[in-house]
């Protein structure tokens, strides 16, 4: 007679689990088991059921086989916001909230005067409405506008927006196509990556239009950077998200094209990841 295993606990299951990251491990098990992160680790002892390792099972699976947690469970979260996601949308990723961390700090105080005119902030290629949410939940004195090529992409970012009660603009367009004013702060976190980069095989699950650009990765950033003067304010801010190899790249389009305090910042694994530029005050209105 075969010996019978001992039942899986949540500590026996995360050790076997091999070389699966330990924080998509332990939110799949906060999913399963309906519990907290706080729970997980002042229960390791406690046994999963045959429907929960089932549940498991088939998460593990599509996650080796590069599948997103986020499409698994239909959850993201992002900047403490729980955000509905699907495979319609990229999936938001912790080093973007650096580019939502830099727009809070260009963006001015809220006027004092009520005759002054309100404060506005674009989010270029919203996708699920991560960064404009985002910036909602921060300054609730600014009118926040979002655009995004795609209706199924706004789709989701309008369930996030009511869900969350963030109220945001949204808009479709191809970029600035069917943008037709100026804003204080242009955020965007375009596709960037370069249609030969080798790590795209561990891509395959996601958009590839929100992955994917021409000319190395460069060509949307190029492009709002280049028609991205017309839709600012004088001493407006353009901030960008791009690939860890093209700060100095962006820098350069970015001075090129005439903005001024241009600056990089890196991100959570020291890598050059939003890059900035300040419109001058002649360049605009």
């Known amino acids: 007679m075969a010996e019978q295993q001992p039942p899986l606990t949540i500590a026996s299951w995360l050790r076997q689990q091999g070389s699966l990251a330990r924080p998509e491990l332990e939110v799949a098990l906060c999913h399963a088991l309906d519990c907290s992160r706080a729970h997980l680790l002042s229960h390791p002892e406690q046994q999963l059921t045959c429907a929960e390792l089932k549940q498991l099972s088939h998460w593990t699976h599509q996650l080796r086989n590069h599948i997103p947690l986020a499409y698994l469970t239909g959850e993201q979260e992002f900047w403490g916001l729980s955000l509905s996601i699907d495979v319609r949308v990229l999936v938001p990723r912790p080093d973007t909230e650096i580019l939502v961390e830099c727009a809070l700090e260009c963006l001015p ?53 009511r869900a969350l009660g963030l109220p945001i603009s949204l808009r479709l367009s191809d970029w600035f196509e069917r943008i037709d004013q100026r804003f204080h702060v242009i955020v965007a976190n375009p596709p960037y990556i370069d249609s030969a980069d080798p790590h795209l095989s561990q891509l395959q699950a996601e958009p590839r239009a929100a992955l994917v650009a021409q000319n190395h990765g460069l060509a949307d950033l190029q492009a709002i950077i280049e028609r991205a003067p017309a839709h600012l304010h004088r001493d407006g801010w353009l901030l960008l998200e791009h690939g860890y190899d093209q700060g100095m790249a962006t820098r350069e389009l970015l001075t090129n094209r005439g903005f001024e305090q241009v600056g990089t910042r890196r991100d959570l694994g020291g890598n050059e990841r939003v890059s900035w530029g300040q419109l001058p005050v002649h360049e605009a209105d």
């Not at 409405?129 to 789709?155: F, K, P, T, Y």
Request: with cysteine; proline share 2%; aromatic share 0%.
């Open 109 to 161: 105080d809220a006027p004092a005067s009520t005759q002054a005119r309100a404060l506005q902030a674009l989010d270029l290629g919203t996708g699920s409405g991560a960064i404009a949410l985002a910036i909602a939940q921060e300054r609730r004195d600014v009118d926040i506008h979002a655009c995004d090529i795609s209706a199924e992409c706004l789709a989701v970012a309008e369930v996030n927006s």
